[in-house]
């Protein structure tokens, strides 16, 4: 398994010039007048130097997040399973679709499993909208709206399928650690069984590209190159 390697890049932070009181004062009222403007047109949630304003309602401890967390993906498996459906309807590879339909059953005990996640943990099972999936999904019906029916399509739906699995991916491992971190054997145990699920998801995908929809969308490349001549 491929271990993550932070970039010399990512611990580089760009410097931020320093605003000394010193220059403040000796500014004329006009100037000083423009950067008050320009202060209080910042974005709401974000102070003047870039820290994220906390809502009144944040979490102040890891139990919080991992709750927080949870209704997060609560609500992502529960669009998941509306749209999986609706792409294994577009997809024409019958291995694909095999796929996308047995993943759509698995979604569905993922989504039972985070409802005992919850019991586990005595929250009430609430979802709350995931921007992320949200946006992946968005994304995924744009692929399938510019791409005709067929083995180019297919291509795009398992492009949009595997963004869709990494960040499922991505999010059960966070909540598996939170959960083992917290004390939650058990439901750390049904978390790890779902993210295991994601991975074979992301593998069977990736399986069937490389055996044949990528080489028939790349055909497709061909035929119209073809009919061109
Ligand atoms: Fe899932
Ligand atoms: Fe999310
Ligand atoms: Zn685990
Ligand atoms: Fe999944």
Known sequence: ????????????????????????????????????????????????????????SAAEGLKELFVDSLKDIYWAEKALIKALPKMAKNAENENLVAGLNNHTAETEEQI??????????????????????????????EIME??????????????????????????????????????YDDAAELLHTTLEEEKQADITLTEAAYNTINFDAAEADEDDENEAE
């Open 1 to 56: 398994m491929a271990t993550t390697k932070t970039t010399a890049n990512s611990t580089k932070s760009t410097p931020v010039a320093k605003k000394t009181t010193a220059a403040k004062s000796t500014t004329k009222p006009a100037a000083a007048k423009n950067t008050a403007a320009k202060s209080s047109t910042a974005t709401k949630s974000t102070s003047s130097r870039g820290i994220v304003k906390a809502k009144a």
């Open 112 to 141: 039972a499993r985070l409802e005992q996640v919850f019991q586990i943990i005595g929250e009430k099972a609430v979802a709350k909208k995931c921007e992320a999936m949200d946006g992946l999904l968005k994304e995924g019906q």
């Open 146 to 183: 510019s791409t005709e029916p067929g083995p180019v399509r297919d291509a795009g739906i398992i492009a949009a399928s595997q963004k869709v699995e990494h960040y499922e991916i991505a999010t059960y491992g966070t909540l598996c650690a939170f959960a083992k971190t917290l004390g």
